[in-house]
């Protein structure tokens, strides 16, 4: 009985070495792995087709709940470049990446400016900066640099996409701007359900107030309803909002607590945060999801 | 890819699990690893009030303090206050959790802070490192066993007396209560260990579920020992080619390769007992 099992674990064994054998065949495009497909989709304006990106979380993951799957290690092993958001987004991820000594690891957040990044404390900044269009177009340039030191035969190339994408966004920053220059200040106010919004309130001057924390797994207390129903009902918000990635219940009480005191306040729409919509979808790219977003948020407030 | 990483850890933590979970089994207190795994919350956030950072060994030496604290504080209430071992589990590790929660609106609410993202390992980033050296997990947790088999060899009788019949251990003098303590000690520096590699959901189910198997099959303690091990053993590498063919997580999939391997055993056991019942009556 022992020997049987030890010789049957030892075939196991032997079996799982050999699987290690047949290795993948290897095309002479780069194979780049981003973590979120909001990175994924800063790759690929870059690269175009001159490269395979895949990205490993798909639309609507919260990325502080994400589980990788076998599959996505194997992904993650076969990449000549993984490209993460940075910021401790990815959770203990990121410190995997920063062991890993044969892969090129380029973290979109060290193109963005210190001064610019909002800090928590000390050490920790608020990983949401895709949300303003200027801090994500300096990590985009930043991003442009590395990939075209690694795969210089495309640099040209890179640089020209790059070029393109760059007018495109600061076309978009203009017109962010412009969407809410019709909305007067006092109802420049964005409710949200988790604490994604930020940098898209500082750089489009907005208050923005959440009710919790950049945790998902932060409760929000008695206060934080209170708090927040008061904000609402006195300044006589009209539209609240919810996550394409995050639970809607918890903004649905807020509402229906607004109501019973006699304010009407309605969900203005549900917003893309974490993740971009399907691919095949206009939320799928960058510039579609915050296209999306602003309007959604100016039409509700307004 | 080197799945061999995978599997080594998760035949490492497997024994070890399953080694410390047959006493668990015994002592009726096998959801001690589940009450760790929510209890070291508080542990994670005052070392990030304390250091400030999210650097994951100080996360550590946190979930380790606090892991610890629970276990004994369960004892106390079960042995010194006499209540029941599950409801003194059910009391602490509520009120640990609970407290973490309160101090994580309290001190840490604008950060994204708890087991799963700063604590929680994933065994499948083992298949990562493909360098030279042997990743530290793999040490770590080779280390933890030689502490736990040399535990467990050097301390067998009084293990096993303290686990059947504690009034008998402690008339011939051995000290319950202290064999108990470093017991729980082991359990917690283990599942803390394991949690930083693999997660929680794996090591709660390699406490439980092999020393469960084994106790259908055998009535000896050192049988039972051994079992548990080869159960959790063939549980982790079945689990890994199961992860693989599934394209699942690979954590998820031993644990269901574990429960497959229960069902398996119970289903023998049954064939095989009612067979000799059914020659008995003849």
Known sequence: MRTKAFLFLTFLLFNTVSCNQNAKEKSNRLYIIATTNIVADAVKQIVGERAEVISLMGAGVDPHLYKVSQG????????????????????????????????????????????????INQQ??????????????????????????????????????????????????????????????????????????????????????????????????????????????????KSIFVETSISSKTIESIVENCNRKNHLVSIGGSLYSDALGTSDSETGTYIGMLKYNTQTIAQAIK | MQPLYIIILGSLIASCCALLGCFLLLRKMTMLGDAIAHAVLPGIVISYIVSGERDHTAMLIGATVAGLLTTFSIEFLSKKIKLQQDAATGVMFTGFFAIGVILISLFANKIDLDQDCVLYGEIGYLGLYNDAFIPIEIWRMLIILGLIITFIVL????????????????????????????????????????????????????????????????????????????????????????????????????????????????????????????????
């Open chain 1, 72 to 119: 996505d290690i194997q992904k993650l092993s076969e990449a000549d470049i993984i490209v993460s958001n940075g910021l401790h987004l990815e959770g203990r991820m990121n410190e995997v990446f920063d062991r890993l000594q044969n892969k090129t690891i380029i973290k979109l957040s060290d193109g963005a400016e210190p001064d610019k990044l909002l800090q």
């Open chain 1, 124 to 237: 920790n900044y608020d990983p949401h900066f895709w949300f303003d269009v200027m801090i994500w177009k300096s990590a985009i340039i930043y991003l442009s640099k590395q990939l075209m030191s690694i795969d210089t035969a495309n640099a040209e190339f890179y640089q020209n996409n790059t070029k393109q994408y760059i007018t495109k966004l600061d076309i978009l920053h203009h017109w962010i701007n412009e969407q809410y220059s019709k909305v007067v200040p006092q109802k420049r106010i964005l409710i949200t359900a988790h604490d994604a919004f930020s940098y898209y309130g500082k750089a489009y001057q907005l208050e923005v107030l959440s009710l919790q924390g950049i945790s998902t797994l932060s409760d929000f207390g008695l206060n934080d309803i209170d708090r927040l129903t008061h904000t609402i009902t006195s300044r006589k918000v």
């Open chain 2, 155 to 282: 301390g067998y009788r009084q293990l096993l007396m303290t686990t059947f019949d504690l009034a008998f251990a402690s008339s011939v003098g051995i000290m319950g209560a202290l064999w108990q303590y470093l017991l729980m000690g082991f359990v917690s520096l283990t599942t803390v260990a394991s949690f930083e590699s693999v997660g929680s959901i794996l090591v709660v189910s390699f406490l439980i579920i092999p020393p469960a198997a084994a106790y259908l099959i055998t009535h000896s303690l050192q049988r039972m020992l051994i079992y548990a091990c080869l159960i959790g053993i063939i549980g982790a590498i079945s689990g890994y080619y199961l992860a693989v063919f599934l394209d699942s997580a690979i954590a998820a999939a031993m644990s269901v390769a574990c429960g497959v391997e229960l069902i398996l055993i119970f289903i023998y056991v049954k064939l095989w007992k009612e067979r000799v019942l059914s020659k008995a009556v003849y």
